[in-house]
Every structure is written in C-alpha cells, then in structure tokens.
C-alpha cells in the first residue's frame, strides 16, 4: 500500500522518519507547507500541495491539527480522499466528522503518543466498520514500525487508552521531576540530583524493556527474561531492606490510589472537553 502523510510536523514527522527506516521510502509520500521540515526528516517523495501526491497512494495519514482539517478538505475537494484509507491521528475529531467532511467510509483513527519520535511509542487505532481487513493488518503493522499498537473496540476505547499512554509519558516525567527534588535535599548538587534520577530511570526503563524482549540475548537476556514491572521490582527489594521500606511506605500513604484519581481525573476531564 502507497501511504501519503499530510503534515510533517512533530509527530507526521515522526511517523515518516519511523516507517522510512522499517519500511523503506519507496511507498511513502510526505506532504508540508515547509520545505525545511520535509528536508529535515530526510524525505524522499515530497510535496507542498496534497493534490499531485493523492493522486499517487492508496492510504492517507493525516497529521494536521484539527483545526486544520477543515482547511485542509478545502484544498484537497472532498472527492480526493474518498477512495482511501483515511488514518487519522487528530485529537478528538471523531471517525463520524472524518467520513462526513470526506465521503470515505474506510476511515481508522489514531492516538499515538510521545515516544513514537523515538520509535518507542505506544498507538492506539480504532477503525470504522468499513475498514476491510486489509485495511486493518496494513494499519497495524504501520504503528508498529513506530512502537507497539493496541487496537481498541469503539472511539471512547481510544479516550481510555489516552489517560495511560498519552498522559503517561507525563505521570514518568513528573515522577523523575520528584525524585530529582529529593536528590537535592539529600545535599546533591542539580547536576548530580539530575544524572541521578535520570539516569536511574532511563536505566530502570531498559531493564523493563529487556524483560519485555524475553531471552534473545544470550546469557544477559536469559536473565532477564519475561520480568515485568513488579518482578523487577521484587528483584530490587530484599526482604527487610531499605527499598522494601520506602515501598511500604508509599502504600501506607496511598500511592495506589493517588495514582488512580489522577489517571480518573484525566478521564472526567477527557469527557468535559469531548462536550465542549
Ligand atoms: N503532539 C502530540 O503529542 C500528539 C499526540 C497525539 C495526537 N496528536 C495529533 O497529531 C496531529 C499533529 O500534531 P503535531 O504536533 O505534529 O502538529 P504540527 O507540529 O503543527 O504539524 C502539522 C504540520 O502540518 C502542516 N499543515 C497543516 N495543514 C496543512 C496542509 N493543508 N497541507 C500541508 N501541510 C499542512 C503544518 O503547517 P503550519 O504549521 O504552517 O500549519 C505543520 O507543519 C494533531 O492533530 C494532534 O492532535 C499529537
């Protein structure tokens, strides 16, 4: 399938520079009103205008923001798009809206999140009745190329998804943000106070990603094999010790919960901003 991606921006830009490394540049299209962004990712088959390079694929990806959209369709005439598969990662515009202002029925809506700008995101995709299977499995296997993918049942699936993988990388930040804060109480400069807690996680991070991998690595990756987050962090804390202490210690204060009205307030708010 011939894919043409609308918008190179963070994320279109992203995406291109993950496919175009997994899958070659041969069936990809880049469009952008700025030469200088599509120069920057390196694109192969570029244009300024939709129009000459919808003529070329089978498959859009539309990586403007929303309030783009209806620019967009302005420019392009409805009828241009109405034979592809439409893919859309814009927030909140629902598959409803995309069919409508297109005439397509073949239409998957997207949510990816900030790790795909290193190829380690997370995307949720969730595709209209339409979509043929083809469809599907091209869709999936796309995402992949910039992560991992979780397909969703309905629309609403994607704002529950959003509140773990969109916000989450946030929940990690402002975790890191804390432990940093506490390096510097304990005496140490911002410097070491930051190596510290960065680099605490980053390591932490591909740990997790080993297990996840499984025993492909000879006797390292054996070792590491299937561990997920609590068997890692069984391994850290030794009966009696100091780390099991500070981990009954976020317990008792309600950590748990803490984390679950956040992740719920993000939801509640979700909803208000879909009504608005
Ligand atoms: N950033 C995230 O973490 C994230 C996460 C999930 C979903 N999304 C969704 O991803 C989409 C893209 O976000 P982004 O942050 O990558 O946006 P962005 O950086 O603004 O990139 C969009 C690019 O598309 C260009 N563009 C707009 N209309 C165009 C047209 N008709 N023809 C050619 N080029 C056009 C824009 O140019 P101008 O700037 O000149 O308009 C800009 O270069 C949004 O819909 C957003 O909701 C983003």
Redesign the pocket.
Known sequence: MKLGI???????GAFYKGLAEKLGHEDLYL????NE?MAAIGAKNFYN??GEMLEKVDAVLI????Q?FD??IR?TGAGALTTKLLIS???AVPIAKISAATDSARVVRI????GVQVGKGVTGWVASNSATEEDQRYVQHMLEAVGEAVQVDDEDGLDRLSVIT?CGPAYFFYLTELLTKKARTLGFSEDDARKMAEGTYIGSAALLAAGAEGANDGAAGAAHASRDAEAWRRAVCSKGGVTERAIATFEEHGMEKILNAGVDAALKRSDEMKKM
């Open positions: 609308i918008g190179a921006g963070n994320m279109g469009c952008d009103k700025h962004k205008e939709p990586a403007v923001k929303p783009a620019e967009l420019q990662m814009m927030a949510m990816p999140n900030l969109g």
